[in-house]
């Protein structure tokens, strides 16, 4: 049983910067692969980043490569999701979510979600 919660959504000007982090109760959260999806109204949940359970393998979406770096503390059971060069397009509901694979991220079947965090981007 994991629970995870997202915190540091806010708005924020485009070409502004937000970090956003992911707490996960529990001991075992270096079990899991970690990762960040995104939802906006009118689309599908997207997937966004991955990072593997060591912290020692990521995945973009192209849409946000080159602009956010995910990475992992799991000394403290913590996930965090920088973002920079922020567009109005990256506005959107950002889930926290786990996955016992990172493949899981790959094909949208993950095990854990948070409950969301909104970021807005206004241009």
């Known amino acids: 049983q994991v629970q995870l919660v997202e915190s540091g959504g806010e708005l924020v000007q485009a070409g502004g910067s937000l970090r956003l982090s992911c707490e996960a109760s529990?001991?075992?959260?270096?079990?899991?692969?970690m990762g960040w999806y995104r939802q906006s109204p009118g689309k599908e949940r997207e997937f966004v980043a991955a990072?593997?359970?060591?912290?020692?393998?990521?995945y973009y979406a192209d849409s946000v490569k080159g602009r956010f770096t995910i990475s992992r503390d799991n000394s403290k059971n913590t996930m965090i999701l920088q973002m920079n060069n922020l567009k109005p397009t990256d506005t959107a509901v950002y889930y926290c979510?786990?996955?016992?694979?990172?493949?899981?991220?790959?094909?949208?079947?993950?095990?854990?979600w948070g409950q969301g965090t909104q970021v807005t981007v206004s241009s």
């Open positions: 990072i593997s359970m060591g912290g020692s393998n990521t």
């Open positions: 529990g001991h075992t959260f270096s079990s899991y692969a």
């Open positions: 979510a786990a996955s016992g694979r990172l493949l899981g991220f790959l094909g949208g079947d993950l095990d854990y």
